[in-house]
């Protein structure tokens, strides 16, 4: 199977605090970039001799596919929820406040939770159908999710995401990306997700 690029999903020159360039290098060396290297991984690995290969580039090869598959995905969702601002509509709204309290509290631990992990990773807003209910969740690299749950928001900190906007001012990027979440697209995600009681 080949994978092939899903084009931009979000207007780069709409942005606020964020440059088209950031957002054209992203999409262009880190989003293609792991579809390029999934297809290369899933290649060698149709054509593997499973009874002969050493441990080491059977364990390569599988850890490649996971990242890199994970990092196509995670970025997909990132650009799909950047492109406006304001507030979520009534039912997602609903649904932080009543998973955190108020969309002020949810808003302030999402980002915190960025602020502290600069460099590196994802922050997740999930839906956890064995909860019944929406969580952050802290991934410091592409493999790490929360096991059954479906993320439904993603913020991109790894360092390629700010550096051309921001250089190490990692804080400033996680504020801009704040102002740009699409919630109508996050709130019809959440919507595919729960199944009525
Ligand atoms: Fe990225």
Known sequence: MTYQPLPLACDPQRLSGLSEKLVVSHYENNYCGA??????????????????????????????????????VLH???????????????????????DFGSFDRWSAEFAATGKSMPGTGW?????C????????????????????ATPILAMDVYEHSYHIDYGAKAAAD?????????WNHVATRLASCVTPS
């Not at 507030?87 to 009543?98: F, G, H, N």
């Not at 209910?133 to 929360?146: E, I, K």
């Open 174 to 182: 996680v504020d801009a990306y704040m102002q740009n979440i699409r």
């Open 76 to 98: 997909e969702l990132y650009f799909d929820g950047l492109g406006e601002s304001g507030r979520p509509p009534a039912p997602l709204l609903s649904a932080l406040e009543r």
């Open 35 to 72: 579809v390029r290297r999934l297809n290369i991984a899933s290649e060698q690995i149709q054509q593997l001799n499973w009874s002969g290969a050493p441990a080491y580039l059977v364990n390569g090869l599988k850890r490649e596919q996971l990242l890199t598959y994970n990092s196509m």
């Open 129 to 148: 159908p064995r909860e019944r209910r929406l969580l952050n969740q802290w991934a410091s690299d592409h493999t790490q999710a929360l096991a059954g």
């Open 123 to 127: 922050v997740l807003l999930a839906y």
